[in-house]
């Protein structure tokens, strides 16, 4: 079992930048996603990275402006997010999984963790 706690979340214009973090409960290695909700949109994938952060997988939206990391530790996640646009304004969620594998599906994650808000204004 594991806990997730998201911070980093705000306000900020078109074009600017956020740093999000989700510290874990555990140093045990889980595989990460970063997923976000926005109002009348389905919860959408964002990006993971696996348990040993050798992998990373990004959704198309946000490929060349968003890094998915974590620390030595493997602690703490972060998701760096650059030229942001209106558009990726929403609730950040990261949540875990125990498989191996970096998929987009929800239901393949176990743990959530509160979720930070990110408002990008044009």
């Known amino acids: 079992q594991v806990d997730l706690v998201e911070s980093g979340g705000g306000l900020v214009q078109a074009g600017g930048s956020l740093r999000l973090s989700c510290a874990m409960s555990?140093?045990?290695?889980?595989?990460i996603a970063w997923f976000r909700h926005a109002p009348g949109h389905d919860r959408e994938f964002v990006a993971g990275?696996?348990?040993?952060?050798?992998?990373?997988r990004y959704t198309d939206s946000v490929q060349g402006r968003f890094t998915i990391s974590r620390d030595d530790a493997g602690i703490t996640l972060y998701l760096q997010m650059n030229g942001l646009k209106p558009e990726d304004t929403a609730i950040y969620y990261c949540?875990?999984?125990?498989?191996?594998?970096?998929?987009?599906?929800?239901?393949?994650?176990?743990?959530w963790g509160q979720g930070t808000q990110v408002t990008v204004s044009s």
């Open positions: 555990t140093s045990v290695s889980y595989t």
């Open positions: 990275i696996s348990r040993g952060g050798g992998f990373t």
């Open positions: 949540a875990a999984s125990s498989s191996g594998a970096v998929t987009s599906r929800p239901f393949e994650y176990s743990t």
